[in-house]
């Protein structure tokens, strides 16, 4: 009474399930993947965003700065009796 089959014989069954346990492992790998790589993109995008803040925050202390000066020197210039458009 010999065996007829191979000893490593699958069953269909066994082969689907196989097939279905590889599909589900690579969906797994693939959203994390795509979950890391939206993480790094907003990570990026918030970085630009406080670098264009940041740029903007020292345009406006500039500017700032610039408009203190020339009220100074209107003051100064006022208190001594002269136009500000003459010291230019």
Excluded: C, N
């Excluded at 069953?11 to 399930?17: D, I, V």
């Excluded at 020292?58 to 002269?82: D, K, L, N």
């Amino acid at each position: 009474m010999g065996h007829d089959r191979p000893r490593w014989r699958f069953r269909l069954s066994t082969l689907m399930l196989l097939v279905v346990i590889a599909a589900l492992a690579t969906y797994i790998v693939v959203e994390r993947w795509q979950r890391v790589q939206e993480a790094r993109r907003l990570a990026a995008e918030a970085q630009r965003a406080a670098a264009a803040f940041q740029q903007e925050a020292q345009r406006a202390a500039a500017a700032f700065q610039q408009a203190e000066a020339q009220a100074r020197r209107a003051s100064s210039s006022s208190q001594a009796g002269t136009s500000p458009t003459a010291d230019k």
